[in-house]
């Protein structure tokens, strides 16, 4: 594998590594006031399992199992049930809306809510295990579609022409990477303690801000273009 392979792997993973799974949830759980290593740990590790699962999935071609289960997914059947899963997506992504949350609570005559009560219960320091677990598969599972340099860095290392234990090898490494920023702030964030508190509040209120609604248009437009896939299929006239 060329150095120019390595430097264009390493790269894209420094780019997979901002993503909203692999540092805006980690950040998240250290803007709490108190940090629990093992929460921030366990959320980076199980999305790197997951998303080194995912590779392995696609060099030892998926493609092929894809093949043999397509003319099943084509069925008016399943295109119909992926219609209903369009909708049902598109109808969460309002619901998750912060803004859409807010006007209900509105309506029904209730306080607002705070901004991070739902960090607190999925990301602060009282998270549960099975939580926590929850919120990184459900990160890798929105995200992975969309992640184009990780599939981009999956097609490099298959076409680089070396065996599959290094094929193995530099993925663990691509993986290890995306993860690692995360881990260097929560290195950061337990060695400067509460000192780090005020930059650390005027951070997370910037954080609210531009990230609030962010999952909700993600999960929104997937259920739009999974929708619209199943109509052109069923509707192939229209």
């Known amino acids: 594998m060329s150095v120019a392979v390595l430097a264009a792997l390493l790269g894209l993973a420094l780019v997979d590594s901002t993503s909203f799974g692999t540092l805006v949830l980690p950040l998240m759980m250290l803007l709490s006031p108190r940090v629990r290593t093992r929460n921030v740990v366990v959320h980076l590790g199980v999305l790197a399992v997951f998303y080194l699962g995912v590779g392995v999935l696609l060099m030892l ?38 803004r859409m949350a807010a006007k209900r609570r509105a309506r029904r005559g209730l306080p607002p809510r705070r901004p991070s009560a739902w960090r ?86 910037w954080l609210t801000t531009r990230t609030a609604g962010a999952s909700a248009w993600v999960v929104g437009v997937i259920g739009v273009l999974v929708g619209l896939d199943a109509v052109g299929a069923l509707l192939p006239d229209a």
């Open 61 to 98: 071609g998926a493609e092929a199992a894809v093949a043999v289960v397509g003319p099943l997914l084509e069925s008016r059947v399943a295109r119909a049930a992926q219609l209903a899963l369009g909708v049902a997506l598109v109808v969460l992504s309002f619901v998750l809306d912060p």
């Open 120 to 205: 607190r219960r999925a990301l602060g320091a009282d998270a549960t295990l099975p939580v926590v677990v929850g919120v990184a598969l459900l990160a890798g599972a929105v995200e992975v579609a969309s992640m184009l340099p990780y599939l981009g860095a999956v097609g490099l290392i298959v076409t680089a022409g070396v065996g599959r234990a290094t094929q193995l090898a530099v993925l663990a490494g691509y993986v290890a990477v995306m993860v690692a920023p995360a881990l260097v702030l929560l290195a950061v964030r337990r060695a400067g303690g509460r000192r780090l508190e005020p930059r650390l509040a005027r951070l997370e209120a």
